[in-house]
């Protein structure tokens, strides 16, 4: 190929970031992403086959320039919560994704075509990986997401999760590429057959598991309420516009009442519902907690769960995560689901435990980073164990709270645990009226195909509503209103390959990668690098991969 110039290489670079970007929910144009790395991998075939010094450094920026380009046209919505927080994390998530892309050039540039186009989709995906299991974790940009507003293309995500639609995505753009540059000349029939298939076939698959899959399990009938109460304006004590926490309760009680019978299994009130900080040890103490049990009482079948700020106090610094108040003692801080059945048992407590980054986890070092999403700041308490609830009936209920819905793996956790359907108690209020809360909204659709369960979704301002097995948002509100709703979820013990497994793809992606590195690595000080190919060598029907 010729060589290219560095306005050509801006171009391109800018061109594959933008394709990202309008790839992404809410628009369904995830098949975008099937191409859109090309530009920028055609950049660093360029600079690898021109000899150009330093072309390491220089794919740097190009590939930083793709990867800011596209996390600031998809989650520049994290701007209305802080200005200075949301620059450092879209910068920060570039730099990270920069990683395996810096990678993969020099693995291409010392060890020639074949391991060097394979080591892309797996320096990604261990990244990826990786992205979805350390406390810093920001995975909403995880390739296989971009297919969250079109559910029918990715039925066979209840085998793969999220990370075998990276694979696809990743494995698509080398093969186009492959074929773009005429990098192969000995077996291109063979290769535009193999390209065809690898793009087709998971589509093909996909909407006939779509059309025949029928969703399977036992009717519970679940009501949702979305109060509608700012958490910058009305929701906490101190805001300009606070409104007592008793009319909040008095609010969702009301909403509640409206469409709840003696028929209702569960009832859904958003994250924080009950946001005034209470003692776990205590629970029974308070006046509201006795109100609401009196509430559910009244109901044989009903269950509660409602999102509630909470507390637990220790005697000394019991956990990492400890805080301490002089003349209150030693406390964790906790974004809990709470659960209280018709039986009248005592309420049932689980600790949001995939917590995010810049405000509710926050290292020591990136405090003055901090994003306030309208609650608590400052490190939370998590807890090890996925709970359960259980109703009255039987039935399970896995108390998904906010950011947890984004993890596949980790919702998995639930289900392994006797989970039949998936609850999900949000407020993304913080973000505004923009792509922020409907992105939030589809990606539940991905995590109901990988479990193959039903989903209630109540959120403080929307979206709320209902997803089927397939990843179909069956009914929901609208943003910003007050609204209730009432459906029906199938609830199942149904255990889907993913659910055994997990991100098995992203595990191998880790062992793989470590593999390359190493081999990489005596390569080098062995002094034996890889072939080095030269623009008459691709013109060669000799050269292959």
Same mark, same amino acid.
């Given at each position: 190929?010729?060589?290219?110039?560095?306005?050509?290489?801006? &171009?391109?670079?800018?061109?594959?970031?933008? =394709?990202?970007?309008?790839?992404?929910?809410?628009?369904?144009?995830?098949?975008?992403?099937?191409?859109?790395?090309?530009?920028?991998?055609? #950049?660093? *075939?360029?600079?690898?086959?021109?000899?150009?010094?330093?072309?390491?450094?220089?794919?740097?920026?190009?590939?930083? &320039?793709?990867?800011?380009?596209?996390?600031?046209?998809?989650?520049?919505?994290?701007?209305?919560?802080?200005?200075?927080?949301?620059?450092?994390?879209?910068?920060?998530?570039?730099? &990270?994704?920069?990683?395996?892309?810096?990678?993969?050039?020099?693995?291409?540039?010392? =060890?020639?075509?074949?391991?060097?186009?394979?080591?892309?989709?797996?320096?990604?995906?261990?990244?990826?990986?990786?992205?979805?299991?350390?406390?810093?974790?920001?995975?909403?940009?995880?390739?296989?997401?971009?297919?969250?507003?079109?559910?029918?293309?990715?039925?066979?995500?209840?085998?793969?999760?999220?990370?075998?639609?990276?694979?696809?995505?990743?494995?698509?753009?080398?093969?186009?590429?492959?074929?773009?540059? /005429?990098?192969?000349?000995?077996?291109?029939?063979?290769?535009? #057959?193999?390209?065809?298939?690898?793009?087709? =076939?998971?589509?093909?698959?996909?909407?006939?598991?779509?059309?025949?899959? *029928?969703?399977?399990?036992?009717?519970?009938?679940?009501?949702?309420?979305?109060?509608?109460?700012?958490?910058?304006?009305?929701?906490?004590? /101190?805001?300009?516009?606070?409104?007592?926490?008793?009319?909040?309760?008095?609010?969702?009680?009301?909403?509640?009442?409206?469409?709840?019978?003696? +028929?209702?299994?569960?009832?859904?009130?958003?994250?924080?519902?009950?946001?005034?900080?209470?003692?776990?040890? *205590?629970? &029974?103490?308070?006046?509201?907690?006795? +109100?609401?049990?009196? +509430?559910?009482?009244?109901?044989?079948?009903?269950?509660?769960?409602?999102?509630?700020?909470?507390?637990?106090?220790?005697?000394?610094?019991?956990?990492?995560?400890?805080?301490?108040?002089?003349?209150?003692?030693?406390?964790?801080?906790?974004?809990?689901?709470?659960?209280?059945?018709?039986?009248?048992?005592?309420?049932?407590?689980?600790?949001?435990?995939?917590?995010?980054?810049? @405000?509710?986890?926050?290292?020591?070092?990136?405090?003055?980073?901090?994003?306030?999403?309208?609650?608590?700041?400052?490190?939370?308490?998590?807890?090890?164990?996925?709970?359960?609830?259980?109703?009255?009936?039987?039935?399970?209920?896995?108390? #998904?709270?906010?950011?947890?819905?984004?993890?596949?793996?980790?919702?998995?956790?639930?289900?392994?645990?006797?989970?039949?359907?998936?609850?999900?108690?949000?407020?993304?209020?913080?973000? /505004?009226?923009?792509? /922020?809360?409907?992105?939030?909204?589809?990606?539940?659709?991905?995590?109901?195909?990988?479990?193959?369960?039903?989903?209630?979704?109540?959120?403080?301002?929307?979206?709320?509503?209902?997803?089927?097995?397939?990843?179909?948002?069956?009914?929901?509100?609208?943003?910003?209103?007050?609204?209730?709703?009432?459906? *029906?979820?199938?609830?199942?013990?149904?255990?889907?390959?993913?659910?055994?497994?997990?991100?098995?793809?992203?595990?191998?992606?880790?062992?793989?990668?470590?593999?390359? @590195?190493?081999?990489?690595?005596?390569?080098?000080?062995?002094?034996?690098?890889?072939?080095?190919?030269?623009?008459?060598?691709?013109?060669?029907?000799?050269?292959?991969?």
């Amino acid at each position: 190929m010729r060589t290219l110039n560095n306005r050509q290489y801006l &171009l391109l670079s800018s061109l594959s970031g933008i =394709l990202l970007s309008i790839a992404w929910p809410p628009l369904p144009l995830g098949l975008v992403l099937l191409f859109a790395f090309v530009p920028l991998l055609v #950049v660093n *075939e360029s600079l690898i086959q021109s000899g150009a010094r330093k072309s390491g450094s220089r794919f740097f920026l190009y590939s930083y &320039l793709t990867l800011i380009i596209w996390n600031v046209l998809t989650t520049w919505w994290i701007w209305n919560a802080t200005s200075v927080g949301s620059l450092f994390a879209m910068a920060a998530n570039a730099l &990270l994704m920069s990683i395996p892309m810096i990678g993969f050039h020099h693995t291409r540039k010392r =060890l020639g075509i074949l391991v060097g186009y394979l080591s892309l989709p797996i320096y990604w995906l261990a990244f990826e990986y990786i992205h979805l299991n350390w406390d810093l974790s920001w995975p909403w940009l995880t390739l296989g997401n971009a297919f969250a507003s079109t559910p029918s293309l990715v039925q066979w995500y209840e085998f793969s999760g999220a990370l075998g639609g990276s694979l696809w995505i990743l494995m698509s753009n080398v093969l186009v590429l492959v074929l773009l540059l /005429g990098l192969h000349k000995v077996y291109k029939k063979q290769l535009v #057959v193999a390209t065809v298939a690898w793009i087709v =076939l998971p589509i093909a698959l996909s909407v006939f598991m779509y059309v025949s899959y *029928e969703d399977v399990g036992k009717p519970a009938e679940v009501v949702v309420v979305q109060p509608n109460i700012d958490p910058y304006e009305e929701k906490f004590s /101190g805001s300009p516009r606070f409104i007592p926490y008793k009319e909040q309760l008095a609010r969702m009680l009301a909403l509640t009442d409206s469409l709840t019978t003696d +028929k209702t299994h569960f009832v859904l009130w958003p994250e924080t519902a009950l946001p005034s900080g209470y003692d776990e040890e *205590e629970i &029974l103490s308070y006046a509201t907690i006795d +109100k609401l049990m009196d +509430k559910v009482a009244a109901f044989p079948n009903l269950s509660l769960i409602t999102g509630m700020d909470s507390h637990v106090r220790y005697s000394e610094a019991a956990t990492p995560t400890v805080r301490y108040v002089e003349g209150f003692g030693y406390y964790d801080s906790y974004n809990t689901a709470m659960h209280i059945n018709g039986r009248g048992d005592n309420p049932e407590f689980y600790h949001k435990s995939k917590l995010v980054p810049g @405000v509710e986890t926050i290292p020591a070092f990136l405090g003055r980073f901090a994003i306030d999403l309208g609650g608590t700041m400052g490190s939370l308490g998590v807890q090890e164990e996925r709970s359960v609830f259980f109703g009255a009936t039987g039935k399970g209920a896995a108390p #998904v709270i906010c950011y947890e819905s984004i993890f596949g793996d980790f919702v998995g956790d639930y289900v392994r645990n006797g989970a039949g359907f998936i609850a999900i108690i949000t407020n993304d209020a913080w973000w /505004g009226n923009t792509p /922020g809360h409907k992105q939030h909204m589809q990606y539940a659709s991905l995590r109901a195909i990988e479990t193959r369960k039903g989903i209630a979704r109540s959120a403080n301002t929307g979206i709320s509503g209902f997803i089927n097995q397939r990843g179909d948002i069956v009914s929901a509100s609208e943003y910003d209103v007050m609204a209730v709703m009432k459906g *029906e979820v199938l609830v199942n013990d149904v255990v889907t390959f993913y659910t055994l497994y997990g991100d098995f793809i992203g595990q191998w992606a880790v062992y793989l990668s470590a593999m390359l @590195v190493i081999y990489y690595y005596i390569k080098k000080f062995m002094g034996r690098k890889g072939k080095k190919v030269s623009s008459a060598d691709f013109a060669s029907p000799k050269v292959k991969i």
